[in-house]
C-alpha cells in the first residue's frame, strides 16, 4: 500500500481500498513490483483472521480467487482488516554474498527483541529476530564467503567501533564479558518463514555482562543486560 494510504490510520487506509480511492491500485501495483512481483511475495500472518491464506505467495492467492495481482492485495487487506505480515523476496543472493564479504560491512538486524515463547509472542515474526547472527554464520560456512575470524569481527568488534562502543566487542581485560560459545561446524538457524519462534542450533553458552544468559544450551532466567551508551 503507497505511504499516502495509511493517513489517518488503519480505518481510513481500509475505507480508501474499499473505495478505490485516487490512484492507491496504481500505487499498489507500483509497490509490489518493487518487492519482486506477486510471485515473491509471502503471506506468512493474518494475526487469526484467514489462516488458510498462511503460508501462501500473493501468486497464488490470485490463482485461488480468480483476481489479479491488485484485486487479491485488495482482498487480502480489507477481509484481514489491513493486519496482515508479509515477507518479501526480491533481494539477489549473489549481491547479498558480495556485499557480506566486503571489510567495512558490519552484520546487524532490525528485527527487535522477542520471546520464543509462543505464549508470549503469539505471531510469527520474521526469521531474523530470532537467528540474523545464527543464519549469517551458517551462510558464511556454507557459501564460503570468508574465514570464521573474520565473520566473528563483522559482528563483535567492527559493530562495536563503528558505534563508539569502546568496552565491548574483543576478548580482552577490561572490557565487558559479552560472549557467545558456539560451534562453527553446527551453528545454524533453525527458523522458518512460518515458524521462526525456534532456537538456533549450535549454540552453547551466552555470557552478557560477565552473566551467563544461555548455559548448556539452555536459558538460565537470568537477565543482565542493559543499555548501551557511546562512550
Known amino acids: 500500500v503507497p505511504p499516502w494510504a495509511h493517513e489517518g490510520g488503519s480505518e481510513d487506509m481500509l475505507q480508501r481500498l474499499k473505495n478505490k480511492d485516487g490512484d492507491i491500485c496504481q500505487g499498489i501495483a507500483k509497490e509490489m513490483e518493487n518487492r519482486g512481483g506477486p510471485q515473491a511475495i509471502l503471506l506468512v500472518n493474518t494475526y487469526g483472521s484467514n489462516p488458510q491464506w498462511e503460508g501462501k505467495y ?21 477481509d ?35 520471546s520464543h515463547d509462543k505464549e508470549k509472542t503469539t505471531f510469527n515474526p520474521h526469521p531474523r529476530y530470532f537467528s540474523a ?7 558464511v560456512r556454507e557459501e564460503n564467503v570468508m574465514p570464521l575470524e573474520k565473520a566473528v569481527y ?16 574483543l576478548l580482552k ?24 519462534r525456534a532456537w538456533p542450533e549450535g549454540v552453547k553458552h ?19 543486560g542493559k543499555v548501551l551508551l557511546k562512550n
Request: charged share 20%.
Open 58 to 78: 500473493i501468486s497464488q492467492l490470485m490463482e485461488e480467487f480468480s483476481l489479479d495481482a491488485v484485486e487479491t492485495v485488495l482482498k487480502v487487506l480489507i
Open 206 to 224: 551466552v555470557l552478557v555482562n560477565g552473566c551467563f544468559s544461555i548455559r548448556d544450551g539452555k536459558p538460565t532466567g537470568e537477565n543482565p
Open 133 to 139: 547472527f545464527s543464519q549469517f554464520f551458517q551462510t
Open 154 to 169: 563483522k559482528v563483535t568488534a567492527l559493530p562495536a567501533s563503528i558505534l563508539g562502543i569502546r568496552d565491548r566487542g
Open 80 to 114: 484481514c482488516r489491513g493486519r496482515t505480515f508479509c515477507v518479501y523476496f526480491s533481494m539477489n543472493k549473489e549481491d547479498m554474498l558480495a556485499i557480506m564479504g566486503q571489510n567495512f560491512i558490519c552484520v546487524g538486524s532490525d528485527g527487535e527483541s522477542m
Open 173 to 196: 581485560e577490561g572490557m565487558a564479558a559479552d560472549i557467545a560459545v558456539f560451534d562453527p561446524e553446527t551453528i545454524g538457524s533453525q527458523s522458518t518463514f512460518l515458524e521462526s
